[in-house]
């Protein structure tokens, strides 16, 4: 069975600081991964996702992730922090084919320090 | 549509009643997916549909849970005798891929309805 692992349920960055947030998967075959953006009282935005190809994904807003296949990681970074990249961010995976539904992780509350 | 729709966004029942949420797919998406969200966590998925046929509902938590979407582009997530711990942000998405595919599609999301039992 697939599982995800966000590793710290609050992160909290200066502004213009580096942002990372950590995410570990497990499954038996080669997945898909995401990371979703939730703002307040608002539905999941797609951030970046990874299928097949470079492992170094790059998506809105500035974010990037790199899949690493030996550490069963797919961590989500950001060169500089903005006030407005504070809101709850979710891992998730999937695997090729099937219905292909999403396997999200607990979420990690992104906060930003002025 | 612009997005996926859901209704009501907010929705208090008293304990034992039935409740009905309402989505709204972006047109032409042909898989709808329902995920249950509860405070602090990450959403869980329900059920999943490919047009009409309800192809997994693997993650329904009790038979009082039960969803439909009869002509393949609205669905109704109906929830009988709710209980407390039915309380949490219904959540559903749609996307193009077919079930089986070899691609994958963005899974869209709606804003949720948020369900308070008291």
Redesign the interface.
């Known amino acids: 069975a697939q599982s995800?692992t966000q590793l710290g349920s609050h992160v909290s960055v200066s502004e213009g600081a580096l942002v990372l947030l950590r995410c570990n998967y497990s499954s038996s075959v080669p997945p898909?991964l995401f990371w979703?953006v939730q703002y307040p009282?608002?539905?999941?935005?797609?951030l970046l996702?990874y299928?097949t190809g470079a492992t170094l994904v790059k998506g809105i807003n500035g974010f990037e992730a790199e899949f690493k296949k030996s550490e069963t990681s797919f961590h989500l970074t950001k060169p500089s922090a903005h006030m407005s990249d504070a809101a709850e961010y979710?891992c998730?995976v999937?695997l090729?084919?099937?219905?292909?539904?999403?396997?999200?992780?607990?979420?990690t509350r992104l906060t930003i320090n002025p | 549509g612009a997005g996926?729709s859901q209704s009501p966004r907010y929705k208090v029942a008293k304990r034992g009643q039935d409740v009905a949420l309402r989505c709204d797919p972006i047109s032409g998406h042909v898989?709808l997916?329902w995920?249950q969200q509860a405070l602090?966590?990450?959403?869980?998925?329900l059920t999943?549909f490919?047009n009409e046929a309800q192809?997994?509902k693997s993650?329904l938590p009790s038979d009082r849970f039960f969803a439909e979407r009869p002509e393949g582009s609205v669905s109704t997530l109906k929830i009988q005798r709710t209980q407390q711990e039915d309380s949490a942000v219904y959540?559903c998405?749609s996307s193009w891929?077919l079930?089986?595919?070899?691609?994958?599609e963005?899974?869209?999301?709606?804003?949720?309805t948020r369900l308070l039992v008291l």
């Open positions: 995800v898909y979703y009282n608002q539905g999941l935005q797609l996702k299928t979710f998730a999937s090729f084919g099937g219905a292909q539904k999403l396997v999200f992780g607990q979420g | 996926v898989s997916f995920y602090g966590q990450g959403p869980e998925f999943y490919q192809l997994d993650g959540l998405a891929i079930a089986g595919g070899r691609s994958f963005t899974q869209y999301f709606g804003p949720g």
